[in-house]
């Protein structure tokens, strides 16, 4: 287990107080199905937020890191990966990291398929996504990928990760920070973020408006 250097603190929004949520980002093969060799988890509990607390692991796979996503993804090589452990040697411990939290990422659903993937036992209580989010707050944006919404939201992501864009670690404190400034940008509270960030098996019906005669 790696922790990334740095020490980089944000405020918890007012929206999210009192609940626990793992922001979560994985990096994967590129095989059919993908195995995961790199997962960061920055667990947000309380009023404040430290990069430092992120913890984040390189995991040895079954099948070998395609050239492909090494070259044009993360970077992440076999020889990378050679020493570390497999993911059966850590589900205990990413299990207890994500229990009872609410799962954040960006394209949410992607990281939400590959974990319930990695461990079937696994079921996040709720799920946000921040590129939903940005779809509602940002409607205007020409691109939603997590580099286009970070470039647009002109935000400092610090060096939180010796690796750089499209690590587990930085892409993780990225969709962190993103979903921070949007909860600024829209003002929404807990109920006006579920509504626009969660996919919809997660949404509680909205109350009826006045009364149907």
């Not at 939903?132 to 610090?158: F, I, Q």
């Not at 993780?172 to 509504?195: E, N």
């Amino acid at each position: 287990m790696d922790r990334p250097p740095g020490a980089c603190t944000m405020i918890v929004p007012n929206a999210l107080h009192g609940r626990d949520f793992a922001v979560v980002d994985v990096e994967g093969n590129g095989q059919t199905p993908p195995e995961i060799i790199e997962i960061a988890i920055l667990a947000v509990s309380g009023e404040t937020v430290d990069a430092d607390s992120m913890r984040s692991w390189l995991v040895r796979p079954q099948r070998p890191i395609t050239p492909i996503v090494t070259r044009k993804v993360h970077g992440i090589t076999n020889a990378d990966v050679a020493d570390c452990p497999t993911w059966s040697e850590i589900t205990d411990e990413v299990e207890a990291a994500l229990a009872g939290r609410t799962l954040i990422a960006h394209n949410a659903s992607l990281e939400r398929r590959v974990l319930s993937e990695h461990m079937p036992n696994w079921k996040p209580p709720l799920v946000l996504d921040t590129l939903r989010l940005a779809k509602a707050v940002w409607p205007e944006v020409p691109g939603y990928s997590l580099d286009k919404l970070v470039a647009h939201a002109a935000l400092d992501t610090g060096d939180v990760s010796e690796h750089g864009h499209h690590r587990a670690g930085w892409d993780t404190w990225a969709a962190w920070q993103l979903l921070v400034r949007l909860l600024a940008d829209s003002g929404y509270d807990w109920d006006q973020t579920v509504q626009a960030a969660a996919p919809a098996e997660f949404v509680p019906p909205r109350e009826p408006q006045g009364r149907l005669w």
